[in-house]
C-alpha cells in the first residue's frame, strides 16, 4: 500500500473511529442501564479496530507527523485491552470504570503533548486540542477516582467521557493530519552527511 492511501486510511479510519466513540458516549448517556455484555463487546470491538488504525497511522506519513507519532504503542495497547475485555468480559466488568479512566487520560496526555507540538509549528488551532485535552483529561481521572457510587451514574460519566474522546479525537484529525497529493516518503541523501 502506498503512503498516501495508508495516510487517507488512517485519516478516514480515525473519523470514523471518532464518530463511533461520539454515537456510543450518547448512547451511554441516553441508556446508561445497558447489558454490560453488550457493553463490553462493543467497546472490545472498537477499541480493536481503534487500535489497528493508530498502527496503520503511525506507519503513515502525515505531513506534521503530529497526530500518530504515539500511536504505535497505544494502538497496541488499545488492541489488546479490547481483546481482553472481550475475552474476560466477566472479570472486566469490576475494572471497566477504571480500564476506561487510564486509557482516557493516557490518550488525553498525549494529545496536550501534541497540541503543544501543533503551535511550534505553527498550527493555530492548537489551543482547540488542548482545551478539549484538558477536558478529557479531567474525565479520565474522574473515572479512576470514582466518585458515584451508583452504576448508573458511572456510566453516564462514562458516555460523556467517550463522547469528549470521540470529539478530541476528530479534532485531532482534522487539525493535524494534512494530505498532499504530491506527497513523498523522505528520502535522505547520504551522500550529504
Known sequence: MDTLKQLKLAK????V??????????CLI???????AVFCTAVGIMLIAYGCIKIIGYFSRDFYCLAFQFDLAFG??????GVIIIVRRNLVVNL????FGVLILADALFKIQMSIDAKKFGLSLWWRILLMAILTGVLGVLLLIR????????MI?????????GILNLCVVIYTVKIIKNQRQDI????EY
Do not use: K
Open 12 to 15: 478516514n479510519g480515525y473519523i
Open 157 to 165: 460519566l462514562v458516555g460523556v467521557s467517550v463522547l469528549f474522546e
Open 188 to 191: 535522505i541523501d547520504m551522500d
Open 30 to 36: 441516553i441508556w446508561p442501564d445497558c447489558s454490560m
Open 96 to 99: 471497566i470504570f477504571g480500564i
Open 76 to 81: 497496541v495497547l488499545m488492541a489488546a485491552v
Open 17 to 26: 473511529m471518532s464518530i463511533l466513540f461520539m454515537i456510543l458516549g450518547i
Open 147 to 154: 466518585p458515584f457510587e451508583a452504576a448508573e451514574v458511572m
